[in-house]
């Protein structure tokens, strides 16, 4: 009887030795288990969420689909086709004025644009749908909105990818003689940055007579020719392709 109970406290007291050197892979366990099943937010704030949304929506760089349109448009080594939206599609274009009216807060995030007042009661002068099809480059068919809309105070010329819903180009014209913008701190960068576009590939070319300057976007065999103009009744940036 004595030998079964010695035994019996041998056993006991190795499981208790199993159960002490097992411990530390059990609590590993439970705090893997326990962080898979917590959620972990990200904060964003909503500038933050269309860029995100905008980087997810193309894996073809915003560089070749400029160049897309670049090739097109200038060396006519390809198609490019036009469909015009009527403005009694309202639906169709308060989709496309919503998009371009977001776009501009993100170029004002970037220091683009100046404060503008939007207005519901706008008109819209003319959009029409744009594709792009480069016979040297037919993987990649681009399309854009090119958008003009009337304000109380000012009237926007834009074009806009319809699928990254990047802004290509932007023209702002101030028609009232009591309104004026301020675009002392705005640069040809703040607008390239909103591209995405590294710094190191935006060449400043020359300003000419008529004070617009005119830049580069270059990287590889890529050569995208741009201008900037600025004044308190006027900015454009303006794909140079004319």
């Known amino acids: 009887m004595k030998r ?38 990200t904060v964003m704030t909503e500038i933050d969420q269309q860029l995100s949304s905008t980087d997810e929506k193309s894996n073809i760089s915003i560089l070749d689909r400029i160049n897309v349109i670049v090739n097109v448009s200038t060396q006519r080594e390809g198609v490019m086709t036009k469909q015009t939206i009527e403005s009694s599609e309202r639906e169709i274009v308060d989709y496309i004025v919503g998009i371009y009216e977001k776009q501009l807060s993100i170029l004002h995030y970037f220091g683009a644009l100046p404060t ?66 301020d675009t002392s701190k705005i640069r040809f960068k703040n607008f390239s940055r909103y591209l995405q576009i590294p710094d190191e590939y935006v060449l400043y070319n020359r300003t000419d007579r008529y004070n617009v300057e005119h830049y580069v976007l270059l990287f590889d065999d890529v050569i995208i020719p741009y201008t900037f103009i600025k004044s308190n009744k006027y900015l454009d940036f303006g794909l140079d392709i004319e």
């Open 116 to 181: 503008l007042p939007f207005s519901d009661g706008y008109e819209l002068g003319y959009v029409a749908k744009i594709t792009y099809r480069d016979n040297n480059l037919p993987s990649i068919t681009v399309s854009v909105w090119d958008l003009t809309i009337f304000y109380p105070d000012y009237s926007v010329f834009v074009t806009i990818d319809t699928e990254t819903l990047t802004i290509y180009s932007l023209e702002i014209i101030i028609e009232n003689s009591d309104f004026s913008m």
């Open 4 to 41: 079964g109970k010695s035994v019996l406290n041998i056993i006991v007291f190795f499981l208790f030795l199993f159960l002490i050197a097992l411990s530390p892979m059990l609590l590993t366990s439970y705090q893997n288990e326990s962080l898979l099943n917590t959620p972990h937010i």
